[in-house]
Structures are given as C-alpha cells and as structure tokens.
C-alpha cells in the first residue's frame, strides 16, 4: 500500500501546465485587432476632395504665384489660369472651381462683369469669387461686391493668409474684414452712380430682422449679433436665411451694402 503514493503525484502536476497554455494565446490575438482599426477610420477621413480654385489676372507672373502657392498646399489644387475676365468666366463654366481669385482689372471683360457673370449663372451660382486688388478703398472693389463677389484680399496679402481666406470661403463663409468692409461700403454707396441699379426695398422685413441686418452691416458675427439680442445662434441664422431670401443677397457682403444703400445704416454716423 505504500507504493501507490509516487504514482499520483505525476498526475497531479501536470495538469496546471495543459490549462496556462491556452490562456497565454488569447491576450495577443486580441489585441490585433483592436490595433487594425483607427488607421482605417483616420484614411477614410483623408479622402475629403481638394478645395478646386481658379485664378484670374491678366498679370502672369501674378497667376504663377498663386498657382504656385496653391498647388504647394495640401488639400487645395489650382484647375486653370485666366488671363481675362471672359476666359474666367469660360473655366468657370468648364471647371466648376470652388473659388475664383479674380482680379478687376482684365483686358476684353473686367473682373467686376465676370463676376457677375458667374454669379448670375446658375451653373456656376455656387462658385465663390474673391476679388483681388491693389487699394483696399476702391469703387471697383464696391462695384464687385455688389456683383456677387464674397469678399476681397490685397494682392500684397501674406500666402498664409491667403490661403486662410480661400480655405474659409470654400466652406462656404463670406471673408469680411468688418473695419475694411464697412469703411468700402460707406465710401461708396452714398456717392450717385449712373446706371445703378436701384437700392433694394426694405418691405416685409420684420423689425427683428432689421435689427439683426443692421448688426450685420456694423460688422458683428452671429456669436455677437445672438448676444447683443440675446437670442440663441441657431435663431440668428434663421434671422440671416430669411434676409438673403427677402433681400435677394447671395452672402452677408450684400447684406451689408443693402444696410447702407436703404439708409438703415447712416454711413456719417457710422464714421462720427
């Protein structure tokens, strides 16, 4: 009876070593596969399409370095040059860009026509224009924003701010530099221009509507306009959606020349 003890001991001991095998194994296995996953999201977030621009100057060594400027920023792609405003007006219609950088001064058609050419139209409504210019106070400049242009840059802009301005602009805001804006339209929508077309009617714009259109000329943002009135910025969109519709404005510039060309916004009490 004693020579039983030995034979069970073996038995015993082994079994511990049959159950840690299989447990090891399944640590790595998931970890694998919870390491596959963000790099597949983060690639499919790369894949958003380039912001398309075309650049218009009858200059072209200007347009070289846009194009230059353009090509060399990731996210963004130049789709042709336009040395006249008619040949912008014809990219534009082929191309489809998402911005136009378009200078005023062009031989056969100007830059202010071209873009009220594009704007117009409604294959290329969606297009965004932004003028450049030498001198921010110009009556060309006035005249191209109220053709349909979103707003302006000097041509002696930092490239990092211009390719700020192209970025925001694509996105569907209006580049608006309210000091620089506001001063623009107050020179120049007081002076009597022949051939203008007529300022437009104020009728059957609410009170509250005149007061947001009115903030928006003094050069507020949705943020400071909701907390002037004390509204939520969800409201004062709707505000802004429904004075585009009423006033006929493609982006808040228009508004803005609207403001002071009806008289709702005095431009000699705005520079007093």
């Not at 299989?22 to 894949?47: G, L, M, S, Y």
């Not at 200059?59 to 090509?71: I, P």
């Not at 990092?160 to 209006?174: F, K, M, Q, R, W």
């Not at 507020?220 to 429904?242: C, D, F």
């Amino acid at each position: 009876m004693t020579d039983e003890a030995p034979v069970r001991a073996p038995v015993a001991d082994d079994r511990p070593q049959v159950r840690v095998q299989p447990t090891d194994e399944r640590p790595p296995v998931r970890v694998q596969a919870t390491d596959e996953r963000p790099p597949v999201r983060v690639q499919a977030t790369d894949e958003r399409p380039p912001v398309r621009v075309l650049v218009a100057d009858d200059q072209a060594m200007v347009r070289g370095s846009f194009r230059v400027l353009v090509d060399h920023t990731p996210g963004m792609t130049a789709v042709g040059e336009a040395a006249t405003g008619a040949e912008a007006v014809e990219l534009a219609r082929r191309e489809r860009p998402d911005v136009v950088l378009m200078d005023i001064r062009m031989p056969e058609l100007d830059g202010i026509e071209a873009t009220r050419r594009i704007c117009a139209d409604p294959d290329t409504s969606r297009v965004r224009v932004l003028v450049l210019t030498t001198f921010d106070l110009d009556e060309y400049v006035y005249a191209a924003l109220r053709a349909g242009a979103t707003g302006f840059l000097l041509k002696d802009t930092p490239p990092a701010d211009v390719l700020t301005a192209i970025g925001v602009v694509a996105a569907g805001e209006s580049l608006l530099a309210p000091s620089v804006t506001s001063r623009l339209i107050a020179e120049f929508a007081r002076r009597p221009e022949p051939g203008r077309p007529p300022a437009r009617s104020l009728d059957g714009v609410t009170d509250r509507e005149l007061e947001v259109l009115g903030l928006i000329a003094r050069g507020l943002s949705n943020t400071e306009i909701a907390q002037h009135l004390r509204l939520s910025q969800a409201t004062v969109k709707t505000h802004i959606g429904r004075l585009l519709a009423k006033l006929r404005a493609r982006d808040r510039a228009q508004l803005v020349i609207v403001a002071y060309e009806t008289g709702l916004v005095d431009a000699r009490r705005r520079e007093a």
